[in-house]
């Protein structure tokens, strides 16, 4: 356990769906992170909030949306998804957002989305 | 540009030591990182470096780091059948908290 925690950990959902993820971290972090895990490719870096601020948006398409309303919950909102966004989401925490110490991110164990 | 490169697969038998290499573009990373995906799993991190370290041991693992050549690697000494998994390499850039990945390496661990 890594204190990081998703939900739900499989999801289903059409094209015309509106579906959200869920991220709860338990360790007292004040960064928090979304990103994609496609096959074949590297890890992808969506969403970046500090303090509940977001700080970065990777180019991320509309369809996906963020919400951070407090340090230690993150949400990803869906809708209108396509099937090339089926992937594994995963969430991650840092104590700051400048990983000093050294500690790094810590993650949780993913969401996995098929889009139909 | 920034791009962490890893070869994707390595195969040893169980007892063996196995060596996963990385090599980082960015000079300026303060951090870089060893995490391990098991099957169906999120990342765990396994052990991180401070860049101006060239060398670190924790119970089986060892990282080397040579900047000149920005290279890293993890060497897993005694290796198990459960550290089979996907291992990747991470590095911090600067002030933005942002770690860019390699793709990862597949370690399969053969009895």
């Known amino acids: 356990e890594t204190g990081v925690t998703q939900t739900p950990r499989h999801l289903v959902m059409g094209m015309t769906n509106k579906k959200s993820l869920k991220c709860e971290q338990h360790?007292?972090?004040?960064?928090m992170y979304w990103y994609k895990q496609s096959a074949k490719k590297p890890l992808e870096l969506m969403f970046v909030y500090n303090f509940k601020e977001q700080t970065e948006n990777n180019s991320v398409p509309s369809r996906f949306s963020p919400e951070c309303p407090n340090s230690s919950h993150l949400f990803l909102h869906l809708h209108t998804l396509q099937p090339e966004d089926s992937a594994l989401y995963l969430c991650?925490?840092?104590?700051?957002?400048?990983?000093?110490?050294?500690?790094?991110?810590?993650f949780g164990p993913g969401t996995r989305l098929t889009v139909l | 540009g920034e791009d962490v490169e890893q070869s994707l697969f390595l195969s040893v038998r169980e007892g063996d030591s196995s060596v996963i290499n990385c090599t980082y573009t960015d000079s300026s990373s303060t951090y870089l990182y060893w995490y391990k995906q098991e099957p169906g799993a999120g990342l765990q991190l396994l052990t991180y470096i401070f860049s101006n370290m060239d060398m670190k041991q924790d119970q089986r693992l060892t990282v080397l780091l040579n900047k000149k050549d920005k290279h890293l690697s993890l060497r897993i000494a005694d290796t198990q059948t459960g550290d089979s998994a996907i291992y990747f390499c991470a590095e911090i850039l600067g002030n933005t908290g942002k770690l860019i990945f390699g793709q990862g390496t597949t370690l399969q661990v053969k009895p």
């Open positions: 360790l007292g972090h004040n960064a």
């Open positions: 991650a925490s840092s104590q700051v957002l400048q990983t000093s110490g050294g500690a790094g991110q810590f």
